[in-house]
């Protein structure tokens, strides 16, 4: 996927609400039917799920979309493998989907995310909360970089999902 200068970019902003939390809100530029397929179809995750620039693949994207089942992703980067894996638990088109994450090295820190999809004048605004066991786990997850790698994941999402309306 051709890297562009991305849309909306300066709506991405991630807080902390409280000990156990990290929102992150994004606003792109497509319809809500077509970001929550971008997000939930494992040949449009492969496009933009961890895709912080060259030597980044997904080689394993596992999606059993519904409620008990399970998704797997292997992220490929240049230093190595890591893989995410966890259950669907709500799943409402398009607009919210909520399920566990699990980071493999650490399969006792399971966090719950939940994903909103609103519009907003023919844009879709995701909004993703992402509940952790405890203060220090979500502090470990925020210490890892995490923010960076989300934002460069929504402007490949946002990329596809300008490829997708011009298909």
């Known amino acids: 996927m051709a890297v562009s200068p991305v849309a909306n970019k300066e709506s991405f902003s991630v807080s902390t609400p409280s000990d156990h939390e990290i929102v992150m809100t994004r606003l792109f530029r497509a319809p809500r039917q077509l970001v929550f397929d971008a997000m939930s179809k494992p040949e449009h995750i492969k496009r933009w799920w961890g895709n912080l620039g060259p030597g980044y693949t997904v080689p394993v994207c596992e999606v059993d979309l519904r409620v008990g089942g399970k998704w797997r992703f292997v992220n490929a980067a240049p230093n190595g493998e890591v893989c995410f894996y966890g259950e669907y638990r709500e799943i409402q088109p398009p607009g919210r989907l909520v399920f566990t994450e699990i980071f493999e090295p650490y399969p006792d820190a399971v966090s719950v995310v939940t994903s909103v999809l609103t519009e907003e004048d023919g844009q879709t605004r995701l909004t993703a909360t ?13 210490g890892s970089g995490m923010e960076k790698g989300v934002a460069l994941s929504y402007d490949r999402l946002e990329d596809l999902v300008g490829e997708l309306q011009q298909s």
């Open 130 to 142: 992402c509940a952790y066991p405890s203060k220090e786990v979500r502090d470990m997850v925020i």
